[in-house]
Nanobody, 126 residues
Framework: QVQLVESGGGLVQPGGSLRLSCAVSGLPSQHYVIAWFRQAPGKEREGVSC???????YYLHSAAGRFTISRDKAKRMAYLQMNSLKPEDTARYYC????????????????????WGQGTQVTVSS
C-alpha cells in the first residue's frame, strides 16, 4: 500500500520559514516524480513545485526564488523549504507522486498524479 505522509506545517509570521517533509512508502522503485501542491479555502489545488526522477526541479512562478524542493531517495523523503513566506502562501500543502513518464507540461496538473498525502496546514499570519 502506497502512503505519503506530510509533516512540518504550522503557524509562521510573514517573512518566516518552514520546511515541509513528505515520507513515501510502499512504492517498489525510486523512479517517480514527486511534487508539492497547495490548496487554500475556496481555491483550486495548485502545483507549487516538482522534482523529476533525474533531479530536475520546477516551480510555480510565485514560489521560485523563495521555495526549494529536494528529495532524498535513500530515505524516500521529499522536502519543501519555504522562505520569505507571505500571507498568500497560507494553504494546506500536499505531496503527490506520479509513477509514469515525466512530462514537463503536466507537472502542475493535480489530475496527473497517482498518489496523494493527507496534507499539512501552513498558515502565514502576524
Amino acid at each position: 500500500q502506497v502512503q505519503l505522509v506530510e509533516s512540518g506545517g504550522g503557524l509562521v509570521q510573514p517573512g518566516g520559514s518552514l520546511r515541509l517533509s513528505c515520507a513515501v512508502s510502499g512504492l517498489p522503485s525510486q523512479h517517480y516524480v514527486i511534487a508539492w501542491f497547495r490548496q487554500a479555502p475556496g481555491k483550486e489545488r495548485e502545483g507549487v513545485s516538482c522534482v523529476a526522477g533525474e533531479g530536475s526541479t520546477y516551480y510555480l512562478h510565485s514560489a521560485a526564488g523563495r521555495f526549494t524542493i529536494s528529495r532524498d531517495k535513500a530515505k524516500r523523503m521529499a522536502y519543501l523549504q519555504m522562505n520569505s513566506l507571505k500571507p498568500e502562501d497560507t494553504a494546506r500543502y500536499y505531496c503527490a507522486v506520479n509513477t509514469g513518464t515525466f512530462y514537463e507540461s503536466k507537472w502542475p496538473s493535480a489530475h496527473w498524479y497517482d498518489y496523494w498525502g493527507q496534507g499539512t496546514q501552513v498558515t502565514v499570519s502576524s
